[in-house]
């Protein structure tokens, strides 16, 4: 049978079964019949024609059988056939409209590739699970301290292991040049917590974290191979770290890193007994565990505050305060490795959904348009027998084959833009080196452009199938084109209304940004420039304490020799390097208990006299630090304005005393400097502590230096002088003050480009729209403008008609894209600074600058609707 | 050996059949008689094997079928030879022929004593 006549059987519905049956019994017939004139009775000749046949029932099953399976695979193979013959049909058609078809593909392409870029890190860094066994039941727990690690692992019954980790800044040196890299210091079971058996080598053994053994090191893959060229025999080796021989026991697997990306080497932590819950707060180190089968992080984490209260009970000295208490905390370690990269990550996500919302609105737009001009196409079609569902299906193939050349150049797009957005992730998102166009990302990929080929294929197919077949033969184009410019018109206001909700949001971070930017901080920002200098610990320890001075005494003289280096001086910390820290102080006559609650200063720096004149902050009141503030003279220091008008409102602070917060002599404030934004510039906290470098010396320090030379010849001299000082004595992030600022602001940096990009590509886009519908409607509407000119309307009045047309579609977009706006707030609200997420500024220029890309875009198509000449638009069909 | 025999018996069936439809198209009951009377009875179809015979060689494109209306006016399914299926007969009869005649061969000649 061929196809024609099937489905005219199959307009009755087909019937295997009652065919079989059919055929059957009409040879039992004829059979029957035969016998019957041949003399036999009737009865007789049923049975014999029976005999005859053979067993009935079992013949029908299995022509039955036969038949049902023949025709599910012709409705397949028809089903293929009309997919292939679809497809030859939508790429035809493409062709015929190349200008159409290019900027639909563009389109997509756009859009589809910003969400495969996107996806492709948002998958990486917050999706995909953390590179250990079971990674779902590694828990961070916070709240502990070093020594009540200990205690929980043995008394807990949430955890099969509890380990304890602290990233590290170390110096490395030997046979190659010192250098200053990451690395964790880590209780012996890290490892075998996070379930990471080492590549070669062993771990750590448990007696590794007692005082007096050997010192041992676990290299990671990437140094091992950059540093020791990827040698085995480096194990049971020497490495110099901090000054001190470590034995290498372990090369870890490429893979792993741990805590962070930069992490390189590993050392287990000594924990002397004798110091056990002399630590105060967490001490910086951090506690993961791995949750026993079945115990969820929330129950957990009730255990654990239980087993504080006892835990403390037992020892007191452990209690850091209620402050401390609550913070006890388990949660998923994925979560806590990710932080708050995650919040900005599916921000950028979605705004990348709404572009691709937009993209789709705009190729639906495209397509609409198109369904107009091929009403009569689609009638005739129809005419000819073409079911509606089939036309639906046909025109759906179009545009999934439209998104499928559009996802094709989206992947290239993507696979272009991948490496400049890592390039500009901020350097505290973890797990950079896994982003990439893998499967995973391709596969979201084909989902996306299967499910965006439907998403703006169907309503347009519907509404084109569903045309009144008759008036669209007599009417030629005009058939249903008003529903269909009233759609595309909605189309592109919620295009207006995205673009505008997009442009918002970037320009409130764009501003916010400005913001930053322009933060005073208080110090000096051009020309400075600092760098790491980090002596092996253990040069300067035990007898050797005080040498330092005379060390850094010898560095200052040396760099302020460096051509064009006109003031140099030394600080513990770099101001918003993320290194500074607080501190608990006594202050006479205020809070002089150690052994109740003191409170904290937030900043703590130790400084070389000159590093206030170097760096630019000014003094006050009293004096700055001198060189004969030394050990053996009075203890001495400087406040910020805001520390002393914190505890001596009455700006008496010279000559008022303060402490460390343990028995230690009183320390004497001589002076009062300007405040400065010391650890982050949105920080309000601008109280700081200054102590003289000559009587709190420490070996880990940071060179601020005046110079209006070059950076880079700068780092190389420095390099040179430092290496001419001391061979093992690292130099490291050789950077100037203004791009030190700008790291601190990366993440806001970051949010900003994407979303400006993004927010931009969607202006481009809404453009294209309202262009789009507008030259449509001057084309449909030719026949209506002759009219309205013959009747007298002017040239000018053709154009008004337009722009005002135009004028309502955009400010219509502009309504929806302003309370989108306004319900948003509260998303962008924390990535802002020094700006309202409602900033009137923002929320009147936005909608203008639209108006006017509006009209602009409009323009055009207006132009043409002067130019329409009556007598040829009224004979137009 | 059973089975040889049916398989034997398939065989010769699909030629049969093919051999019946080459006057033009027949429905099943039709194919049936026409083997019946040309053959005179000695080659009886088991009746009830035709159809899924049919089957098998309208799967192989020798004969195609379509629903027709037969001499007495009732809806019935008529089955035609292909071009496809009158090159496989012609096939088939060349080897059968050989077949047959070789075999005719060995049971002509004389028997030799040993």
Not at chain 1, 639 to 657: C, L, M, Q, T
Not at chain 1, 706 to 726: C, F, P, Y
Request: aromatic share 6%.
């Amino acid at each position: 049978m061929n196809k024609r006549s099937r489905r005219y059987l199959g307009f009755f519905g087909r019937n295997v079964e009652a065919d079989v049956d059919d055929e059957l019994r009409f040879h039992l017939e004829m059979r029957a019949r035969d016998y019957r004139e041949s003399g036999l009775a009737s009865g007789d000749a049923w049975r014999a024609a029976g005999e005859r046949f053979g067993d009935y029932s079992s013949v029908n099953a299995a022509l039955v059988t036969h038949d049902l399976g023949k025709a599910r695979r012709q409705d397949r193979r028809d089903l293929m056939d009309d997919l292939v013959q679809d497809v030859r049909y939508a790429l035809r058609s493409l062709r015929r409209a190349p200008a159409f078809a290019l900027v639909a593909i563009a389109t997509l392409a756009l859009g589809v590739g910003a969400n495969t870029a996107m996806f492709s890190i948002v998958d990486a860094v917050v999706v995909r699970s953390l590179p250990f066994p079971r990674a779902d039941r590694l828990v961070s727990v916070t709240g502990s301290v070093l020594a009540e690690a200990t205690r929980v692992r043995e008394l807990s019954r949430s955890y099969s292991d509890v380990a304890v980790y602290r990233p590290l800044s170390v110096g490395i040196s030997g046979d190659a040049e010192a250098e200053r890299i990451e690395g964790a210091t880590v209780s012996a079971n890290v490892f075998s917590t996070l379930g990471v058996s080492m590549a070669s080598g062993r771990a750590f053994s448990p007696e590794e974290n007692s005082p007096g053994r050997s010192n041992v090191v676990i290299l990671s893959d990437g140094l091992w191979r950059r540093r020791f060229a990827g040698n085995r025999a480096v194990i049971g080796q020497r490495l110099m770290i901090e000054g001190a021989p470590y034995t290498i026991v372990g090369i870890a697997p490429s893979e792993f890193s741990f805590p962070s990306r930069t992490t390189q080497l590993w050392i287990p932590i000594i924990m002397p007994p004798s110091r056990s819950g002399a630590f105060w707060g967490d001490g910086g180190y951090r506690t993961v565990a791995r949750l026993r089968d079945g115990i969820a992080p929330a129950a957990a984490q009730h255990e654990l505050r239980t087993l504080f209260k006892q835990i403390r009970h037992e020892n007191p000295l452990w209690d850091p305060g209620p402050k401390y208490g609550v913070d006890a905390t388990v949660t998923p370690l994925q979560d806590k490795l990710v932080g708050s990269a995650r919040t900005v990550l599916w921000l950028l996500f979605g705004v990348v959904g709404v572009v691709l919302l937009i993209a789709c609105a705009n190729v639906a737009n495209l397509l609409l348009v198109r369904a107009t001009a091929r009403q009569r196409e689609v009638a005739v079609r129809m005419a000819l027998g073409g079911g509606r569902s089939r036309i639906i299906r046909q025109l759906l193939t179009e545009s999934v084959v439209l998104a499928l050349l559009g996802g094709v150049a989206g992947i290239a797009v993507a696979a272009g833009s991948i490496r400049a957005l890592v390039g500009v992730l901020p350097s505290d998102i973890p797990r950079v080196a896994t982003i990439g166009l893998d499967f995973r990302v391709l596969g979201f990929t084909a989902l996306l452009v299967v499910t965006t080929g439907i998403v703006f294929g169907l309503i347009p197919a519907i509404r084109s199938s569903g045309t009144d077949m008759q008036r669209a033969m007599r009417n030629g184009a005009r058939g249903s084109s008003g529903t269909n410019r009233r759609l595309a018109s909605l189309l592109v206001c919620g295009e207006i209304g995205a673009a505008s909700l997009l442009l918002i949001a970037a320009l409130l971070l764009v501003r916010s940004m400005w913001a930053l930017q322009g933060i005073d901080p208080g110090f000096r920002t051009t020309s400075i420039v600092t760098a790491r200098v980090t002596p092996p610990s253990t040069r300067f320890a035990g007898a050797n304490a005080s040498a330092v001075v005379p060390f850094v005494d010898e560095l200052l003289r040396r760099v302020r020799g460096i051509p064009g280096v006109t003031a140099a001086s030394v600080a513990s910390d770099v101001p918003l390097s993320n290194g500074i820290y607080g501190l608990a102080i006594r202050v006479e006559g205020q809070f002089e208990n150690i052994k109740a609650s003191l409170p904290m200063v937030d900043h703590y720096q130790i400084v070389t006299p000159d590093y206030f004149t170097t760096i630019g902050i000014p003094l006050v009141a009293g004096r700055f630090f001198g060189e004969d503030d030394e050990v053996g003279a009075p203890d001495v220091a400087l406040v910020s304005e805001s520390f002393a008008r914190h505890y001596w409102p009455n700006g008496d602070a010279i000559g008022k005393r303060v402490g460390y917060p343990w028995e230690s002599p009183w320390v004497t404030i001589v002076g009062i400097v300007r405040d400065a934004k010391v650890d982050s510039l949105t920080g309000t906290s601008e109280e700081v502590f200054y102590r003289p470098f000559r009587q709190s010396p420490v070996t880990a320090m940071s060179l601020v230096i005046r110079s209006n030379g070059d950076v880079g010849a700068l780092a190389n001299a420095l390099r040179s002088t430092i290496a001419q000082l001391d061979r093992s004595t690292p130099v490291s992030d050789v950077a100037t003050m203004r791009s030190v600022i700008d790291r601190s602001a990366a993440r806001q940096r970051f949010t900003m480009l994407l979303l400006s990009l993004f927010a931009g590509i969607a202006l481009v886009l809404g453009v294209i729209g309202i262009y789009g519908v507008m030259s449509y409607a001057v084309a449909q509407r030719t026949r209506e403008i002759g009219v309205r000119m013959a009747l007298g309307a002017s040239p000018g009045d053709a154009r008004q008609m337009v722009l005002r047309e135009a004028l309502v579609l955009a400010l219509a977009g502009i309504a929806v894209g302003l309370v989108a706006a306004a319900l948003s707030t509260h998303v962008l609200g924390g990535l802002l600074y020094g700006i309202s997420a409602t900033d009137p500024v923002t929320f009147a220029s936005v909608p203008l600058a639209i108006t006017i890309v509006s009209l602009i875009a409009s323009y055009l198509p207006a132009h043409r609707a002067t130019r329409v000449d009556p007598t040829t638009a009224l004979r137009a069909d | 050996m059973q089975r040889e025999s049916s398989e034997l018996l398939q065989g010769t069936l699909a030629i049969l059949i093919l051999k019946a439809l080459l006057a033009g198209s027949l429905h099943g009951y039709g194919i049936a008689r026409w083997v019946e009377s040309t053959t005179d009875d000695v080659l009886r179809i088991e009746e009830g094997s035709l159809y899924p015979a049919l089957r098998r060689l309208e799967d192989k494109a020798w004969v195609a079928s379509e629903w027709g209306l037969s001499e007495n006016n009732r809806r019935a399914r008529f089955y035609t030879i292909t071009n496809a299926g009158r090159a496989h007969l012609r096939n088939e009869a060349v080897q059968w022929m050989r077949h047959a005649g070789a075999v005719t061969q060995v049971l002509r000649a004389a028997p030799k004593l040993a």
